[in-house]
Structures are given as C-alpha cells and as structure tokens.
C-alpha cells in the first residue's frame, strides 16, 4: 500500500462526477445547482495542503480516466481522490420507458468499469501518486424511482416492467459499489467508505437530496467529516 512521504503540504486532486463536483438539487427551483459547501470545498478546512477539484457532472469512469490523464500531464499530485460509479450503473431511462422489453445497457459495462477502475489504480502508482477510492452513497430507490419517470404515469409503468422492482436500483447500484471495495482490497489501494457513513444513520435518507442520488448539504458534511 502506498505511503505518502513526510511533507509540509500535500497536492490533492478530485476526479468524480456530480457528487464530487458538489452538483445538489435546488428543491424549490427544481434545478441541479452548486453547493458552496460542497465536500470537496470543505476539505480545504481539513487537509494540510492544496484541494483541485476536476469532477464533472455525467462523469463517467471513462471521461473521468481521460480527463485525469490531461490533467497528470500539467500537474503532479500527492494524492488523487477517485469517485465513480454513479453515472457508470445508471441507464438511460428515456430509452427503457420507450421499450420496456429490450435489453438495455448501462451507461459503462460492469466489466469495463472494474477493469478501467484498476488500470487508473494501477497507473497512478505507477506514478508514485497514492490512489484513494471512495465508495459510492446509497441512492433513495423511491425518491430515483419518481425522479427518472419524471411523475408520467406511463413512463413509471413501463420503466418498472423493464425493472421488475423498484429496489432492483438499489440493487444495481450496490453491485458497483462491492466492486469499489473488492478492487481496493485486491490492489491494496487505500479507500474511504462514504457509504458506510450513511448507512451508519437512523435514516440515511434524511442525508439525500429529492432526486434520490445526489447526497444534500448534510450529506455533503457528513463525508467531509468522514
């Protein structure tokens, strides 16, 4: 397992999608919007050095792995925080409430994502860069479920034809997430397990924001803290 040499700061860098960029849900406006207390914002309270935020919103592991690449050849962290797995489990549900009954295929493979997940491990410390993992948050299955039918009966009816259950995301999402942990145990690559941290509450839910998948402010706060 990689060690970080003895510094009086350290370079950090955040590669992660939507969570990471800090994108929460305005409930009155109904709009995605930044929080300005987002996680990785209030890392710069907690850390002995320097925060660079390339997270985006849509990431998937494979923009995210390109975007990094770019980044590596301008800069040199000491450490990169890596968050995917969101985007990568998640479909395109227009296209299943349009045909409930064709097979249809996440946004990046299961075996893709585990393989570009350990190349990016893999490359890092290649570098002498220390990788860390952070699991993903539990997603709100009912609150998802509403937000991607977008309250159209019809197209609730089909998706859940297509699903089955609506605890299959949770599910699905989850199978992802066991593969963060086993990959970082199979690497010795050092991880962060946010989800624990949710799940750790009464209601883990209170921690979320109405879409279901995006943690809100408190959410935020709790994997700053973590």
Not at 28 to 57: A, H, W
Not at 108 to 133: G, M, R, W
Not at 149 to 177: C, D, H, P
Request: charged share 30%; proline share 4%.
């Amino acid at each position: 397992m990689e060690m970080l040499n003895i510094k009086e700061s350290y370079n950090f860098l955040v590669c992660g999608d939507s969570i990471s960029r800090g994108v929460v849900l305005d409930k009155i406006k109904n709009k995605y919007v930044l929080l300005r207390d987002s996680y990785t914002n209030l890392l710069n309270g907690y850390l002995k050095g320097t925060v660079k935020n390339i997270s985006k919103f849509g990431s998937t592991i494979l923009k995210g792995k390109d975007r990094l690449a770019r980044e590596l050849d301008k800069t040199s962290p000491d450490v990169v925080l890596i968050e995917f797995g969101g985007n990568d489990c998640d479909f395109n549900w227009d296209e299943v409430a349009q045909d409930p009954y064709k097979d249809h295929a996440p946004n990046t493979d299961f075996n893709v994502f585990k393989e570009t997940l350990k190349d990016l491990i893999d490359s890092l410390k290649k570098a002498n860069i220390v990788p860390v993992l952070l699991t993903l948050p539990p997603l709100d299955a009912d609150k998802y479920f509403n937000w991607i039918s977008k309250g159209n009966k019809e197209m609730a009816k089909n998706i859940l034809t297509w699903l089955g259950s609506v605890t299959k995301i949770y599910w699905w999402q989850e199978k992802y997430n066991s593969a963060i942990l086993s990959i970082a145990s199979s690497t010795e690559t050092k991880i962060i397990d946010i989800r624990s941290t949710f799940l750790d509450r009464p209601d883990y839910r209170k921690l979320i924001c109405e879409d279901g998948i995006h943690p809100n402010k408190e959410g935020h706060r709790a994997i700053a803290k973590r």
